[in-house]
């Protein structure tokens, strides 16, 4: 949540900081600023609304300056306008700071300021911060020193960045909570909130760790505890390429990523599957298998889409592994008391690896004692760093908000995981082969149903203009409904709800009529014909249906108004293929509503305040 991207060096700062922004955007982007010096002095242009529109002000300047800072933003404190933009300033507009996160006192901090005579322009927690540090630099401290001691009188979570007027040689930067890594260069150096905006510059590194405040000038970097330890920090490859962060000819990201889950599904599995021992090979978990499968009780936390999988990881994982498995929203697990004995497991599932209620739970969870996993997708992220071991899904950088090919990518991990146990358990060699050749085969399939993206559009086209949709599915695919409706939400703010089919008659039913759109997720699998029932009692009451069927299933042609035919598999894959075409019909709804489909209202990538 909130880009941030700051250079010093011998570049000019402003098209690199604007370039670095639109490549951060989709953290957040309901407004943006820049702030940098120039022998001239100091200049801060902030403006609501997208990179673009900052773009289109700043190209008509010809503006030059070798540091500067810049940032995207997600709104929490003060609604998105030009003055709540960041960077925030002091009155004598030489001291400037841009920040992701929240600070939870700045109430507290701000009534001190306001009585020392400090005026206050924004409605945002930001602008605390800037005075505070304005009140350390007025007692002559240098500006490394006044940030540190500023942020030893705050609560809360921020990645900031800061530059000074009287120091304008240097950038000084802080993490609590919020990701904020250093890129090196060559007689330059880079500050960002993620990886993505570095790697045109630069493939060397520093991710910074919570409670850490560094000083870059254009030669050096130095890194300090913001209580006053130094540390000396390792400097990492980013392997991040500029084509997988490049819409590569598509529309838009969504799109491409969707069209991509073939090749993402063979790089979540390569060299993982071992087909003759009918079992799969986790190197992240190398030392931990046994310990693993000894677990009383395994725990799956996350948030959004990647909640959505870990349902799917519950049915996998008791069907194969017995071993009794609960599911927990992050954000509640967070703040309840868990029990957790030290001979569970948690497993916490993010694709960014950043959500700060997945990285909270993970906190509380690792004071109980249990063995705590992780499954992330962005490799180094803050969550991957805190987990005991875990398991990268490697489905390359995902930029489109809502997530999709990181939703198929954690199922495939799932099931390797689910695989990986149930072998050293009950599941004989033969079972276990059958699972593998049925991933192997598993982004062949996707390239089929991708074929029916047409026809999917064609769909779109008739049920666009619906108010509400209700997505039904059990077992297995129950979670892919949950997820179906939260796809059309996210980007095409048409209300939906995911239901277990068999739950429609407790509730939703009332609402069908012949402007109520049903998806029915109906696959051949054990509960089919408790579907069609389902199914049967819609149509009684003139709902509209969709259905996504097996390709060998003609029966309910007749039934529904359309089926979506998919290719078949095992029940535990059957959600990774059941899924895409659900994506697809969100994603065209969104389009034909003439909606931003990689950037849709109030919402964010990678959401790091709670
Ligand atoms: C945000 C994103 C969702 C994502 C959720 C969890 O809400 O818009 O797409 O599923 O965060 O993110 P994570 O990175 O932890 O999987």
Not at 287 to 301: N, T, Y
Not at 352 to 363: N, P, Q, R, V
Not at 548 to 553: L, M, Q, R, T, W
Request: charged residues 25%.
């Amino acid at each position: 949540m909130c880009g941030i991207v700051g250079y010093i060096g011998d570049q000019n700062c402003v098209p690199l900081i604007l370039e670095g922004l639109k490549r951060l955007e989709y953290r957040g982007y309901d407004s943006t600023g820049i702030a940098y010096f120039n022998g001239d002095g100091s200049n801060v242009i902030k403006k609501k609304g997208k990179v673009s529109i900052l773009d289109n002000i700043i190209n008509g300047r010809k503006l030059k300056a070798n540091i500067g800072v810049g940032h995207t933003r997600w709104a929490t404190h003060g609604e998105p306008n030009d003055v709540n933009a960041h960077p925030h300033f002091n009155a004598s507009k030489n001291l400037y700071l841009i920040h992701n996160g929240i600070i939870e006192n700045y109430q507290v901090i701000k009534k001190k300021l306001l009585d020392e005579g400090y005026e206050f322009i924004t409605e945002t927690d930001t602008e605390t911060l800037v005075h505070l540090i304005d009140s350390y630099i007025k007692k002559d401290m240098s500006l490394f020193d006044s940030v540190r001691y500023a942020l030893n009188e705050i609560n809360g979570t921020y990645g900031i960045v800061v530059i000074y007027e009287n120091e304008p040689d240097k950038i000084v930067v802080a993490k609590n909570g919020s990701p904020l890594v250093l890129g090196l260069g060559e007689g330059e150096n880079f500050v960002a909130s993620d990886v993505n905006a570095l790697i045109e510059h630069t493939s060397k590194c520093i991710f910074l760790e919570d409670g850490e405040i560094a000083e870059i000038t254009k030669e050096s970097y130095r890194v300090k505890t913001i209580e006053d330890e130094t540390i000396s920090k390792e400097i990492e490859e980013i392997t991040v390429e500029l084509d997988e962060i490049s819409k590569g000819g598509y529309p838009h990201f969504m799109l491409k990523e969707i069209m991509e889950q073939p090749e993402s599904l063979r790089n979540s599995m390569r060299g993982r599957l071992l087909l003759d021992d009918g079992t799969t090979k986790l190197g992240g978990l190398q030392g931990f298998e046994q310990r693993l499968a000894d677990s009383k009780r395994i725990i799956l936390s996350a948030c959004g889409t990647s909640w959505h999988a870990a349902l799917v990881g519950e049915y996998m994982i008791e069907q194969f592994c017995g071993i009794p498995v609960e599911v927990e929203y992050a954000s509640e697990f967070r703040y309840r008391n868990p029990l957790i004995d030290p001979e569970d497991t948690v497993i916490f599932i993010s694709q960014s690896g950043e959500t700060a209620d997945t990285l909270a739970a993970l906190k509380e969870s690792k004071r109980r004692g249990p063995l705590v996993l992780g499954v992330c997708n962005v490799v180094g992220s803050s969550i991957a760093r805190a987990t005991d071991a875990g398991v990268y899904i490697h489905a390359g950088p995902e930029i489109g908000v809502a997530s999709t090919k990181a939703f198929t990518s954690q199922l495939i991990v799932l099931a390797q995981i689910t695989l990986l146990i149930a072998r050293m358990k009950n599941l004989s060699n033969a079972d276990g082969k059958e699972i593998i050749k049925a991933m192997q085969d598993i982004p062949a399939k996707i390239e089929e149903i991708l074929k029916l993206n047409d026809e999917i559009e064609k769909i779109a086209e008739e049920f666009k203009d619906a108010k509400n949709f209700l997505y039904l599915g059990r077992g297995y695919n129950f979670p892919v409904a949950l997820e179906g409706a939260l796809k059309l939400k996210e980007i095409s703010y048409i209300h939906a709800e995911g239901y277990p089919a068999a739950e429609m008659k407790h509730g939703p039913i009332a609402l069908i009529d012949e402007n109520m759109p049903a998806v029915f997720i109906a696959p051949q699998d054990a509960i089919y014909e408790k579907v069609v029932s389902n199914i049967e009692e819609v149509k009684a009451r003139n709902g509209r249906i969709i259905a996504i069927v097996s390709e060998s299933d003609d029966k309910l042609d007749d039934l529904v108004d359309y089926t979506i035919k998919i290719p078949e598999t095992t029940a535990m894959l059957l959600p990774i293929l059941t899924v895409i075409p659900l994506q697809l019909l969100a994603y065209h709804v969104a389009v034909k509503k003439g909606l931003d489909v990689d950037q849709p209202r109030n919402l964010a990538k990678s959401v790091t305040v709670e």
